[in-house]
């Protein structure tokens, strides 16, 4: 089969690899698409501890073609998406219940083989069917659950006035959450465009353009539009610089959400008497792990859209393609379709 393979950082190529050999508690999915996120551009510099050789890719769909002796409930044909992270059960932070926190956690397209190919093995339990979905809706369903998890950290007080910073493909789909999560006031800060443009148009109720030549027109905006700051800032663009500006916006007692994913040796500066005066709460929010199915629920039933979010289709061996188009931020969600 053909694939994108790493040998290293930054050292990829579009070759034959073998046809992954199934274990008995895995299917073999023939991948359909597989969507392109900000964590593969961390996987090509090296970052979030990625096992070389490596098939990147953890945002997948296709049809099951084969299936393991002990992989239950599933058959051939049926068209999936699957959850790319496992949890080793067994550390210190799983015995205590919290999987994602897994000292172990292997995860499909980073530790492991992913969908950055024609065909992909993959645990059975790792899998869900999908009923409503077109491929390029589908690979929407990992982001979807991260930013599910997000909202469920954040843990919103119902009529809450909200700020997000960032209008990429996890914070439009975070906009539509946090509106049908508690959010009765939801403010979308990003540069202005086609995708501040889309938060707009699928769940802001404003829209504020971010100005990085002159950060005081859209800070002036946003003091404007709630004085005394906003109960819940999120920042979900993985810029430092914006990070550095959410004690800014938030009102007293208010929660900061850091959601976006940054550079790993980035650092920002906070001022301690601001979060001890204000009684401030800061909270992280990683991945995913058991918030999939709830995800692919608001997807397949409509409730979250995310058709307009993926705006090209390249295909697989065009790898090198997507990378300059993500790295310069052009269009918004990239599907990278094998064959």
């Given at each position: 089969?053909?694939?994108?393979?790493?040998?290293?950082?930054?050292?990829?190529?579009?070759?034959?690899?073998?046809?992954?050999?199934?274990?008995?508690?895995?299917?073999?999915?023939?991948?359909?698409?597989?969507?392109?996120?900000?964590?593969?551009?961390?996987?090509?510099?090296?970052?979030?501890?990625?096992?070389?050789?490596?098939?990147?890719?953890?945002?997948?769909?296709?049809?099951?073609?084969?299936?393991?002796?002990?992989?239950?409930?599933?058959?051939?044909?049926?068209?999936?998406?699957?959850?790319?992270?496992?949890?080793?059960?067994?550390?210190?932070?799983?015995?205590?219940?919290?999987?994602?926190?897994?000292?172990?956690?292997?995860?499909?397209?980073?530790?492991?083989?992913?969908?950055?190919?024609?065909?992909?093995?993959?645990?059975?339990?790792?899998?869900?069917?999908?009923?409503?979905?077109?491929?390029?809706?589908?690979?929407?369903?990992?982001?979807?659950?991260?930013?599910?998890?997000?909202?469920?950290?954040?843990?919103?007080?119902?009529?809450?006035?909200?700020?997000?910073?960032?209008?990429?493909?996890?914070?439009?789909?975070?906009?539509?959450?946090?509106?049908?999560?508690?959010?009765?006031?939801?403010?979308?800060?990003?540069?202005?465009?086609?995708?501040?443009?889309?938060?707009a148009k699928l769940a802001a109720d404003q829209v504020v353009a971010i100005d990085r030549n002159d950060p005081e027109v859209h800070r002036k905006r946003l003091h404007e539009i709630s004085p005394k700051g906003f109960d819940?800032?999120?920042?979900?663009?993985?810029?430092?610089?914006?990070?550095?500006?959410?004690?800014?916006?938030?009102?007293?007692?208010?929660?900061?959400?850091?959601?976006?994913?940054?550079?790993?040796?980035?650092?920002?500066?906070?001022?301690?008497?601001?979060?001890?005066?204000?009684?401030?709460?800061?909270?992280?929010?990683?991945?995913?792990?058991?918030?999939?199915?709830?995800?692919?629920?608001?997807?397949?039933?409509?409730?979250?859209?995310?058709?307009?979010?993926?705006?090209?289709?390249?295909p697989l061996r065009d790898w090198g393609k997507a990378l300059d188009l993500a790295w310069k931020r052009q269009g918004i969600k990239t599907a990278l379709i094998p064959g």
């Amino acid at each position: 089969m053909k694939a994108i393979v790493y040998d290293s950082p930054r050292n990829f190529v579009y070759r034959d690899v073998p046809d992954p050999k199934m274990e008995s508690d895995e299917v073999l999915i023939k991948v359909h698409a597989c969507g392109v996120c900000g964590t593969d551009l961390h996987i090509h510099e090296g970052e979030f501890g990625p096992r070389f050789p490596l098939i990147p890719g953890h945002e997948f769909t296709g049809e099951i073609v084969d299936v393991g002796t002990h992989a239950n409930g599933l058959k051939k044909g049926q068209r999936v998406v699957g959850n790319s992270n496992m949890a080793c059960g067994e550390c210190f932070y799983c015995m205590r219940g919290d999987y994602l926190l897994c000292e172990k956690m292997s995860s499909y397209g980073v530790t492991l083989n992913g969908g950055f190919a024609e065909y992909l093995k993959i645990k059975a339990d790792r899998i869900f069917p999908i009923k409503n979905l077109s491929a390029r809706e589908a690979i929407m369903v990992e982001p979807t659950s991260c930013a599910l998890h997000g909202v469920e950290v954040l843990d919103l007080k119902p009529g809450s006035d909200v700020l997000l910073f960032g209008a990429g493909p996890t914070g439009q789909v975070m906009a539509q959450l946090l509106k049908l999560n508690g959010a009765a006031n939801l403010v979308v800060a990003a540069p202005a465009g086609p995708k501040l443009d889309l938060a707009a148009k699928l769940a802001a109720d404003q829209v504020v353009a971010i100005d990085r030549n002159d950060p005081e027109v859209h800070r002036k905006r946003l003091h404007e539009i709630s004085p005394k700051g906003f109960d819940a800032v999120i920042e979900a663009t993985g810029a430092p610089s914006i990070c550095q500006e959410t004690t800014r916006f938030v009102r007293r007692r208010g929660t900061i959400l850091i959601y976006g994913v940054y550079p790993e040796k980035a650092t920002i500066s906070i001022n301690p008497f601001d979060v001890f005066r204000n009684e401030l709460t800061i909270k992280g929010s990683f991945a995913q792990i058991d918030s999939f199915e709830r995800a692919l629920s608001y997807l397949d039933n409509g409730k979250i859209k995310v058709n307009e979010i993926v705006t090209q289709e390249i295909p697989l061996r065009d790898w090198g393609k997507a990378l300059d188009l993500a790295w310069k931020r052009q269009g918004i969600k990239t599907a990278l379709i094998p064959g």
